[in-house]
């Protein structure tokens, strides 16, 4: 079962949803990387987790981007 729900989340967020969503911090546009199932924002360089379909739009909860 664990795998059924794994591949629905997989699967992404509705584009409408992901139409009307900006990232918290800059109110720019996200958008959705499919393969890690998050939701990017370029101009904050941060990546905000979708766990199952559900955005969770708090920086503390992103992951990001830097290299450093």
């Known amino acids: 079962m664990p ?19 900006v990232c918290p911090l800059t109110k720019t546009r996200l958008t959705f990387d499919r393969e890690r199932c998050e939701l990017v924002s370029d101009a904050a360089k941060l990546a905000y987790p979708v766990r199952g379909g559900v955005p969770i739009m ?11």
């Open 3 to 21: 795998e059924e729900g794994r591949a629905e989340k997989s699967e992404g967020i509705d584009p409408k949803l992901l139409d009307l969503l």
């Open 58 to 68: 708090l920086p503390s909860e992103a992951r990001s981007l830097d290299k450093a």
